[in-house]
């Protein structure tokens, strides 16, 4: 069992950045890959950004070059960097913990960008 805990969410301008942060406790952290999705209001939830255990990291083509996805495994901690932020990047941002079928989420937070 795993449970995940988001912050770091919020409003900012176009241009700005902001850092989610992913704290998660209950089993062995670094076994697990953790991924970054987001769902904005109407859209099915998509995959933002993924780091494996092995500290690999994948990012969707929209976000390339603007979100960081980073690991702490001695903190049990999981971040998203983002900058660059644009409007069409609001949407509630949902932490994950996979490992084979298994799947956890986070509660989700909230990022608005403003034009």
């Known amino acids: 069992q795993v449970q995940l805990v988001g912050s770091g969410g919020g409003l900012v301008q176009a241009g700005g950045s902001l850092r989610l942060s992913c704290a998660a406790s209950?089993?062995?952290?670094?076994?697990?890959?953790m991924g970054w999705y987001r769902q904005a209001p109407g859209k099915q939830r998509e995959l933002v950004a993924l780091?494996?255990?092995?500290?690999?990291?994948n990012y969707a083509d929209s976000v390339k070059g603007r979100f960081t996805i980073s690991r702490d495994n001695a903190k049990n901690t999981v971040y998203l960097q983002m900058n660059m932020l644009k409007p069409e990047d609001t949407a509630v941002y949902y932490c994950?913990?996979?490992?084979?079928?298994?799947?956890?989420w986070g509660q989700g937070t909230q990022v608005t960008v403003s034009s």
């Open positions: 780091t494996s255990s092995d500290g690999s990291t």
């Open positions: 209950g089993s062995i952290f670094r076994l697990y890959a």
């Open positions: 994950s913990a996979l490992r084979g079928a298994t799947n956890y």
